[in-house]
């Protein structure tokens, strides 16, 4: 790896430091009143083993109730972009709480929500566009859906395997990764929902791009979402030439594309937008995770002609208390300003790639390893075909101080997304940590 991004260790790129081994014992009184506060999510238990609770964080480092020092390569699902507790980003959310936290949603919106709409709608490329501001990544997919639907009077969604775009009621129609997820729910969701493989080489490309084709004729299809690179499907990078044609054929049946960049964008993919990387051009984008900059916050974005379905004579018809908060909305102008001062975008594609083959070169000779891919720091390695491979994986790094998270329909694949501002010393560090966890587990 260039020594070329290496701040000092007072910017919370230090190596980890857990003792004895975690769970540390604070975490483990934590975790069992977390077992008692959370409703009982998964089996039978509120938290994953072996599990910590985070107490607070600096940059790429997470510090436990028992002071244990971990390295972050999962950086709160892909969303915390310049690290955590990032210096300018406290001052600003700290200044911007002494003037003005909330304001009235879209009767008397704030001046931070105005200026935020205006610098993402003129970071989308050639416009003008219109922004619609949420707090989650489902409550942007949720916003693009409407669009769709008021756009042209469709009710079907095009949607694709593995693909995850949330979990409220809108999006979790469209969720292919698991059938667990909306499974229980399913007589209450959108029923005119179609699922098509995810391409990951050409000829399965143009095996979905047949079947797309086929749906969009039937002719109630009026969205085709999809994530440019599978995210916790398992970082899968469709075939050259895949989403241009997928958008081509939207606009042929007058549906609308939805892009979903909530894992991509903003620079956790090397790009600011990965569709604009490959030169496409989709109806809608949808923002979220990074946007604000650690404060929950994710936008819809469009072409103002496409979003003019919006225009109402009787009735607002989409809104919600917090969205586009002033707080988030500040903290989301200067993470804009601070990726692209610091030129953190281009670092992060060089960066990627570097440590990408690093990790193929130590890692791919191992057996358990079936792939390394992704780009920028959106990394994934492939451990299939064993369900459940990753997340032990998983454990095995979080006792040396390494937290990761997994994807892929069967947890798979072990997933990476470290802070951007990561340095390369800690890359180093990192690959030399999932050689020792991997070969133990390759028995
Ligand atoms: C691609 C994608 N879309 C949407 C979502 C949902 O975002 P949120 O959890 O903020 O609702 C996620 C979350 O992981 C995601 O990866």
Redesign the pocket.
Known sequence: MSASFDPSPASGNEEPRVSPAAPSPSSKDWAARAVQANAPMGPGRGMLPPGIVYERAFGSNVFDADGNRYVDLAAG??AILLGHCHPELTACIADQASRLTQSLGEVFPSTEKIVLQEILAQKMGPGPHRVILGQ????A?TAALKTAVLATGLPGVVAFSGA?????YA?VALCGLRTSYKAPFANQLNSHIHHVPYPSNWEEGQESLSEVARLLAVGDVGAVVI?PIL??GGCVIPPDGFLSSLTELARKYRALSVF?E??TGLGRCGSLLYSRAIGVIPDLI?L??GLGGGLPL?ACIGHSQVMQAWQRDDEVVHTSTFAGTPLAAAAAIRLLQILERDAIIEQTLRRGELWMEALRKRLSPLTIVREIRGRGFMVAIDLGPKAGIAAEAANRLLGSGWITSTGGGQREVLILTPPLTISDHLLMCATNALHQSLSELSG
């Not at 989650?136 to 409550?139: E, I, L, N, R, V």
């Not at 995850?164 to 409220?168: T, V």
């Open positions: 699902f892909g989650s990544g489902a409550d997919v995850y775009h949330g979990l409220s999006p994530e995210g916790r979903d909530i894992w949808c979220g995770k994710s």
